[in-house]
């Protein structure tokens, strides 16, 4: 995998509307940026993103999930291909084995 480089986000939300709180709101993100090697063509075998993304996840999610302290309430994923990539290369990556590590914590 190339790794170009990674960020780790923590919000917290102590308040909403004026009122304080019970208990903080805590979301965290993982921004990875890596090598798209299929940038500026199109191929028929999308197997070896999804490698990739399982090795992301990997990664990323058990970071992520000790970063939030708390069992997720729900998650997301994405990803952004650039102008030189296609939709299915950022597909391949997020599905289907990024998140194979997430579960019961």
């Not at 090598?35 to 990323?60: H, I, M, R, T, W």
């Not at 998650?75 to 391949?92: C, D, N, P």
């Amino acid at each position: 995998m190339d790794l170009r480089k990674h960020l780790i986000l923590i919000e917290e939300i102590g308040s909403e509307a004026g009122q304080r709180l019970a208990r903080p709101v805590r979301r965290v993100a993982g921004i990875a940026v890596v090598a798209n090697s299929f940038a500026g063509g199109s191929v028929e075998d999308l197997s070896p993103p999804f490698d990739l993304g399982a090795e992301v996840g990997d990664v990323f999610m058990k970071r992520l999930v000790d970063v939030l302290g708390n069992a997720a309430v729900s998650y997301g994923k994405g990803a952004i291909v650039g102008t030189a990539g296609e939709m299915e290369h950022g597909a391949a990556c997020v599905h289907p084995r990024l998140s194979r590590t997430l579960g019961p914590r």
